[in-house]
């Protein structure tokens, strides 16, 4: 009963996390602020999801757990960049790519957890090495890095910080 529930609350909360930091990008990519709302909201989901990744039971370091320790490294970083350099010149930059970053790597294991659970998409790449599963993930690098530069390039310069 608690991997069931672990899980469903991961799963949700991932998704929530997901939902929000996709709508803070769309914002971003158009030019404007994000809700700050969204933000917090993001954040605080993006931390839970990558915390509570590491309550499943396991046997050894598993890719998911490098990619839950670069995560919590990104999210880190954008505290640093919004908390205490108040995103003062490059901190800006620091802060919006490492926001894009941590949105990225939840898609990331969400496409991968997809190519693992849905049969269509397993039969494609059932060890996950395959050319579909590299393409996908390979999609959503590319979406990524085309959204975060766009990104950086358009979002404006004042009154982005999260609530205090």
Do not use: C
Request: aromatic letters at 10%; glycine letters at 10%.
């Amino acid at each position: 009963m608690y991997l069931q529930t672990l899980t469903i609350g991961h799963t949700i909360i991932s998704l929530v996390a997901i939902a929000m930091g996709l709508a803070v990008l769309v914002r971003w990519v158009a030019g404007q602020s994000a809700a700050p709302g969204h933000l917090a909201v993001f954040i605080a989901t993006a931390w839970i999801t990558s915390l509570t990744g590491y309550l499943f039971p396991f046997n050894g370091v598993l890719p998911s757990h490098i990619v839950g320790v670069v995560a919590l490294a990104v999210l880190a970083a954008v505290y640093v960049a919004d908390r205490v350099r108040r995103r003062a010149g490059l901190w800006n930059g620091v802060y919006v790519i490492g926001i894009v970053t941590s949105v990225y790597l939840l898609v990331f294991v969400l496409v991968a957890q997809l190519f693992l659970k849905v049969p269509a998409l397993s039969r494609l790449a059932p060890t996950g090495t395959e050319p579909a599963f590299g393409l996908a993930q390979g999609l959503v690098f590319i979406a990524f890095a085309i959204a975060g530069f766009l990104a950086v390039r358009r979002l404006p310069t004042s009154g982005r910080s999260l609530p205090a």
